[in-house]
């Protein structure tokens, strides 16, 4: 069986998790023998194309081709470029995958779904949802303008927050997007959670009828840690207080951006320094790159006020995460949306870290309250506050919950149940 994965971008350019979880995938079914490729995108800002082909550089042994270029609309979901969609059909070709595997729609576009079925027409096509992009309009985190979480998807409703889009292109992407969708063969949502919100979304569709449930399957993302680094031990204390050479340290992991609500948690963590003597820290490792004046700004004003509490990394890659939160003892997931899967949760599971989350979504999906971490209200810096509090306080709960963590799910029994997936029935 020859597979071929399509994910909108390459973690050169984006350390995402889908783009880390799709190219996991593709060369642990490599390893497996199989053959198994993975094209990803490089944003434009980045990479030029060269003359006469949108592909960057000859195919490596490592299955992994990139694409350069094109004119992604990213209200409508649409590749404009066709001559990405030219190159696209001219790989499907060489390849001639039995099974095109897409994880988004994101600069490729809806097209491509049709591109794969027209020059493929025999081919599996499967699609993982990984986030809420196709039926979000509102850069696809189904949040409200005033902060709120959106669980109702609608032309109408999405005007709401896009009025500078308008009805018409609004419906005229509700309906690209089930149009697309319909080409697709099966669909796999990491969480319960996004399947129940793309189930709801589909039968609130004019016309558009049900999603059976055969078509959509839950699939918990693989962690290629779980099997390939040894899991380090829980957090350890010497006594049942933290001490100022030993004090209780959380961590926050992921790209700096305003969704992920590094905000909030630096709110909360001031707040908590002015509540207890307990000592304690805050480490935020991540790359800002696209980061927004006020959330640097944010970050800076914290840094001056909080001092040696507030300790900042910078970017990092996937071999460095178990060094890094082996050097916290709570990992803070404070997102301000629903989430998924996120990856941050499977990398502190396996690293025994209990998880400090936003009690929404996949988020309190995963982690289970009081037993893998504490939920948090989203967005309320003072509920992180009492949760940090809290915490600081019992340094050993730490040790305790992280001594019951649940390791990381693992690489092959994801890809064996993506084998099911892409199995004729």
């Known amino acids: 069986m020859k597979i071929l994965h399509i994910a909108h971008c390459h973690p050169e350019f984006q350390a995402g998790g889908t783009e880390h979880f799709a190219l996991a995938l593709m060369h642990h079914q490599r390893r497996r023998g199989q053959q198994s490729w993975y094209v990803g995108a490089a944003p434009p ?12 550089g000859a195919p490596s042994e490592s299955g992994e081709f990139i694409f350069a270029g094109g004119e992604f609309n990213l209200l409508s979901l649409s590749q404009a470029d066709y001559f990405i969609l030219d190159e696209l059909e001219r790989l499907l070709r060489v390849l001639a995958p039995d099974v095109v595997h897409f994880h ?10 049709a591109v794969a079925r027209r020059v493929l027409p025999s081919a599996r096509l499967v699609m993982t949802l990984h986030d809420y992009f196709p039926m979000c309009p509102n ?28 009805l018409v292109p609004l419906r005229l992407r509700d309906l690209s997007v089930r149009a697309a969708f319909g080409l697709v063969d099966a669909f796999v949502a990491p969480s319960a959670f996004l399947a ?46 933290a001490t100022a050479a030993r004090p209780v340290r959380i961590g926050f992991f992921g790209n700096v951006i305003e969704r992920k609500g590094l905000s909030v948690l630096l709110d909360g963590f001031a707040i908590a320094t002015e509540r207890t003597s307990a000592p304690m820290t805050l480490h935020i490792h991540g790359s800002d790159q696209y980061a927004s004046e006020g959330l640097r700004e944010a970050i800076s004003r914290h840094r001056q006020a909080l001092g040696p509490k507030l300790q900042r990394g910078g ?37 025994r870290r209990p998880v400090l989350c936003s009690a929404a979504g996949g988020m309190a999906e995963r982690v ?36 019951q963590l649940p390791a990381a799910h693992s690489m092959t029994v994801c890809a064996d149940a993506y084998q099911a997936i892409y199995a004729p029935p």
Do not use: K
């Open 45 to 56: 800002r980045t990479r030029t194309p060269n003359p006469g082909t949108a592909l960057i």
């Open 104 to 113: 988004h729609v994101l600069s490729f576009g809806l097209e491509a779904i």
């Open 139 to 166: 850069d696809g985190a189904l949040r409200r303008t005033n902060g709120t979480l959106c669980r109702q998807s609608t032309p109408g409703r999405c005007l709401q927050c896009r009025p500078d889009a308008g």
């Open 196 to 241: 129940e919100m793309y189930r709801t979304w589909f039968d609130q569709g004019s016309g558009a009828g049900s999603l059976p449930p055969e078509r959509l399957q839950v699939i918990q993302n693989g962690h290629p840690a779980a099997e390939a680094l040894p899991r380090p031990d829980p957090p350890q204390f010497d006594g049942a207080v």
């Open 315 to 351: 970017a990092y890659g996937p071999q460095d995460v178990c060094r890094l939160m082996a050097g916290v003892d709570w990992v803070a997931v404070p997102s301000l949306w629903w989430e998924n899967d996120p990856l941050v949760i499977q990398e502190a599971f396996h690293s």
């Open 368 to 403: 289970l309250d009081g037993v893998f971490g504490r939920h948090v209200a989203l967005g309320d810096a003072t509920a992180w506050a009492d949760a940090i509090v809290a915490l600081a306080e019992d340094p050993t709960l730490a040790t305790r919950l992280g001594a």
